[in-house]
């Protein structure tokens, strides 16, 4: 798990044994059987479990689950238990654990001078002791930022019902921008059993959740932490008028980042209201059906505002017109899940359970797009669609999409003796991402597994308290693309020429270049794994070695611009054009102990070893470029075969030039000088060029470690965690020449 952010309500990136598709690559997530996608509208106080599954058992939840599944439980009454109410509050302030180490004021004088001096001027400095500390920008854009919470669960039941109902509120500001970045989230719950009869169970679950975001831009070049990186710590805040600094000399990308946020308007409101309902029919003993009702509801809006700004000569951020953001999406989504389950033991040592459902799935979204120019009194005040003077043509847009799915799926678990065990599943699913012809798929997978703890041979074995061998193989599919890029469509751009002259109106275009022949992505999974426990079970061992490999991948395949993929509004094809390996060992251990009678403590750490391959492009691809590093600059990152996906492509330094003797000897490196990096001349040309690049790391850490700790001391607890990655390279681009 990482963050995609540092911003109050950042979403996470969650992976399981590794990335296994170049598009999506997150997990089912179900929240008592309910589909989530972002888990930022989830209150975590109402969890009562969370369970993830990794292996082939969540092939029964077939496509979605491709990339593994998440299985979240919610807090519950108890029938004929007392009401009982729960209050929870507290508050909390943040601030950042480390900042990037830059030069002060005199320091970075000192550089300057040494340049010219270099160059053969004379230092722009005489006095750099006078200089003092100067501007420490991060100083500046970090703050403290307070976070609060407050939570109420009422939970109990009656003679045949339980009942659970909890009410949240969260608020985070950010550790930068303060009230410009901050995130506030409202939470409603309700979960409701009864049996309205012996055999006949209702099961009700409804949440809702508001949620409201302001952002800064992150994660970018010209981001706030960007600038503060690099603004110069000669310059001050503001002038002697008061007003903000321009970041004149400093490169068209940089801007004074206080300057930045006080000039940042928007705001994302989300109301979600999501549930299910459903009926429990057991006739006999071991015989039970299963009906529920799924749906999702979630509306956005979003409003931004650009004020007419100047931020200094030539900085791509100058806007020479206020202009306003506007937009309204729908998403919704139900899913009608029908099981029948049957279980019997026979002869007290054979055990059988079988299984067999329907899934209907649908997602249907609606979006409106809006664009204006010209607000009056360059004010966030009167930023809407309806105040901008000027809605220029392509100003307003809209879209829709629709994805059904419909599935069968049917599973067989034998157990004999409780020491041998078998699981086989057969699931199909047809998808509406695909044409007629290859719409379905089937997706099978088995689990074996052996208690030999069980064993007469293991019976006296004194530390030894459980030892479980497994072994499961399977297949899963994956159809997370875009919505019918089988087909063509019109929503690409076009414009109007009439006698070699260009008119001032758009049209519709064939956007994304189609392919019939997509098909699904399959991805098979092969995993040992062993449990054991030990001293009275206060030791317990999980470790597991698996082989993931995805075939067929989905990918947007480049093509010639003849075929006007490149026009605006179009894309290339979708193809089934890849394969990649991931292979890995898990290993988990736990121990749970006591000091006295009172003090108890519980232990735990994991670690995975993970490495991931491409084993194969589309014939005629030799490699996939990707990512963007500066203005005119290369692709930083490649997926290429026999290498890791995404990996970084570079340059290779050995040291920096030490003397103008040492860059005269060197090959030739454009504009080199003392003091810049020295690359490796690879192909032995003489130059210093883009033929040089090679592999300079990867983004895929090659181990992931955590730790979890707890202690109780009658009724106070302690709690702490940790986790650590090593082997996994990143992009500084925060470091790198300005244009």
């Given amino acids: 798990i990482s963050s995609q952010s540092g911003s109050p309500g950042g979403g996470f990136n969650i992976r399981i044994r590794g990335i296994t598709s170049n598009g999506n690559n997150n997990p089912l997530i179900l929240v008592d059987g309910v589909r989530y996608e972002d888990l930022s509208s989830l209150d975590p106080s109402s969890v009562e479990s969370i369970n993830v599954?990794?292996?082939?058992?969540?092939?029964?939840?077939?496509?979605?689950?491709?990339?593994?599944?998440?299985?979240?439980?919610?807090?519950?009454?108890?029938?004929?238990?007392?009401?009982?109410?729960?209050?929870?509050?507290?508050?909390?302030?943040?601030?950042?654990?480390?900042?990037?180490?830059?030069?002060?004021?005199?320091?970075?004088?000192?550089?300057?001078?040494?340049?010219?001096?270099?160059?053969?001027?004379?230092?722009?400095?005489?006095?750099?002791?006078?200089?003092?500390?100067?501007?420490?920008?991060?100083?500046?854009?970090?703050?403290?930022?307070?976070?609060?919470?407050?939570?109420?669960?009422?939970r109990g039941g009656g003679e045949r019902s339980s009942y659970a109902v909890g009410a949240a509120w969260f608020r985070q500001e950010g550790i930068v921008g303060g009230d410009k970045a901050f995130f506030e989230r409202y939470n409603a719950n309700l979960n409701y059993e009864t049996s309205l009869t012996k055999s006949l169970k209702l099961q009700t679950i409804l949440g809702y959740s508001?949620?409201?975001?302001?952002?800064?831009?992150?994660?970018?070049?010209?981001?706030?932490?960007?600038?503060?990186?690099?603004?110069?710590?000669?310059?001050?805040?503001?002038?002697?008028?008061?007003?903000?600094?321009?970041?004149?000399?400093?490169?068209?990308?940089?801007?004074?980042?206080?300057?930045?946020?006080?000039?940042?308007f928007n705001r994302t409101d989300v109301d979600r209201v999501n549930g299910k309902t459903g009926l429990i029919f057991s006739p006999i003993d071991g015989l039970q059906f299963e009906s529920a009702l799924a749906f999702n509801y979630s509306n956005v809006r979003y409003a931004g505002f650009g004020p007419e700004i100047y931020y200094g000569v030539g900085k791509v951020f100058n806007n020479t017109e206020s202009v306003v953001n506007e937009n309204f999406q729908l998403f919704s989504s139900w899913a009608w899940d029908n099981v029948v389950n049957y279980s019997r033991t026979f002869a007290g040592l054979h055990k059988f359970n079988a299984t067999l459902g329907t899934s209907l799935y649908e997602e249907k979204y609606r979006g409106l797009f809006g664009t204006g120019f010209g607000i009056p009194n360059n004010s966030y005040n009167f930023a809407a669609l309806s105040q901008a003077s000027e809605i220029r043509d392509g100003g307003t847009?809209?879209?829709?999409?629709?994805?059904?799915?419909?599935?069968?799926?049917?599973?067989?678990?034998?157990?004999?003796?409780?020491?041998?065990?078998?699981?086989?599943?057969?699931?199909?699913?047809?998808?509406?991402?695909?044409?007629?012809?290859?719409?379905?798929?089937?997706?099978?997978?088995?689990?074996?597994?052996?208690?030999?703890?069980q064993e007469p041979f293991l019976q006296d074995a004194e530390k030894l308290d459980f030892l479980k061998l497994r072994f499961s193989y399977g297949e899963t599919g994956n159809d997370k693309i875009g919505d019918f890029r089988y087909l063509s469509s019109l929503n690409g751009e076009a414009e109007y020429v009439f006698d070699g002259n260009r008119l001032d109106r758009s049209g519709q275009a064939i956007g994304a270049i189609p392919n019939p022949e997509i098909q699904w992505e399959r991805n098979t999974q092969l995993n040992l794994g062993v449990d054991a426990s030990f001293?009275?079970?206060?030791?317990?061992?999980?470790?597991?070695?698996?082989?993931?490999?995805?075939?067929?991948?989905?990918?947007?395949?480049?093509?010639?611009?003849?075929?006007?993929?490149?026009?605006?509004?179009?894309?290339?094809?979708?193809?089934?054009?890849?394969?990649?390996?991931?292979?890995?060992?898990?290993?988990?251990?736990?121990?749970?102990?006591?000091?006295?009678?009172?003090?108890?403590?519980?232990?735990?750490?994991?670690?995975?070893?993970?490495?991931?391959?491409?084993?194969?492009?589309?014939?005629?691809?030799?490699?996939?470029?990707?990512?963007?590093?500066?203005?005119?600059?290369?692709?930083?990152?490649?997926?290429?075969?026999?290498?890791?996906?995404?990996?970084?492509?570079?340059?290779?330094?050995?040291?920096?030039?030490?003397?103008?003797?040492?860059?005269?000897?060197?090959?030739?490196?454009?504009?080199?000088?003392?003091?810049?990096?020295?690359?490796?001349?690879?192909?032995?040309?003489?130059?210093?060029?883009?033929n040089d690049r090679t592999f300079i790391g990867s983004p895929i850490p090659e181990y992931v470690f955590g730790m979890n700790f707890a202690v109780r001391y009658k009724n106070l607890d302690f709690s702490a965690f940790a986790e650590a990655q090593y082997g996994r390279d990143l992009i500084r681009n925060y470091e790198r020449n300005l244009p």
Avoid: C
Avoid at 97 to 121: C, D, F, S, T
Avoid at 428 to 435: H, L, N
Avoid at 566 to 577: E, I, L, Q, R
């Fill in 535 to 690: 001293f009275n079970e206060k030791l317990s061992v999980t470790a597991d070695y698996f082989v993931k490999e995805s075939n067929d991948l989905l990918l947007t395949v480049p093509v010639s611009g003849l075929t006007g993929a490149s026009a605006p509004g179009a894309s290339a094809p979708v193809a089934n054009a890849g394969s990649i390996r991931n292979t890995g060992l898990e290993v988990q251990l736990n121990y749970s102990g006591n000091i006295g009678n009172n003090l108890t403590f519980d232990l735990g750490v994991n670690g995975t070893k993970l490495k991931n391959e491409t084993t194969g492009l589309a014939d005629g691809v030799a490699f996939i470029s990707g990512g963007a590093f500066g203005i005119g600059q290369l692709p930083p990152t490649r997926w290429e075969t026999d290498m890791p996906i995404g990996y970084f492509f570079g340059l290779q330094t050995e040291g920096v030039f030490q003397s103008q003797d040492e860059i005269e000897t060197h090959a030739r490196q454009q504009n080199a000088t003392v003091g810049d990096l020295k690359y490796v001349d690879l192909n032995k040309d003489g130059v210093i060029d883009q």
């Fill in 210 to 264: 508001n949620v409201l975001r302001r952002g800064l831009l992150e994660n970018a070049i010209g981001s706030v932490l960007f600038n503060a990186l690099n603004m110069s710590p000669l310059m001050s805040v503001t002038d002697a008028q008061g007003a903000y600094t321009l970041a004149d000399g400093l490169g068209s990308e940089v801007i004074n980042p206080l300057a930045q946020i006080a000039n940042s």
């Fill in 53 to 154: 599954l990794k292996d082939a058992s969540a092939s029964i939840y077939g496509v979605q689950a491709a990339n593994g599944v998440i299985l979240i439980t919610t807090k519950k009454g108890r029938e004929g238990a007392k009401p009982t109410v729960d209050f929870h509050y507290y508050y909390g302030v943040q601030e950042t654990a480390r900042k990037i180490p830059v030069l002060n004021a005199q320091e970075y004088a000192a550089l300057i001078n040494e340049a010219y001096v270099n160059g053969g001027n004379l230092p722009p400095y005489t006095n750099i002791s006078g200089l003092g500390e100067g501007t420490d920008w991060q100083d500046e854009v970090f703050q403290q930022a307070p976070v609060t919470n407050a939570t109420l669960n009422i």
């Fill in 397 to 453: 847009s809209s879209g829709r999409g629709i994805f059904r799915l419909a599935s069968v799926f049917a599973r067989a678990e034998y157990s004999y003796d409780s020491k041998y065990l078998l699981s086989v599943i057969l699931r199909r699913d047809a998808t509406s991402r695909f044409g007629p012809d290859y719409r379905f798929g089937y997706f099978p997978s088995v689990a074996l597994g052996w208690v030999v703890s």
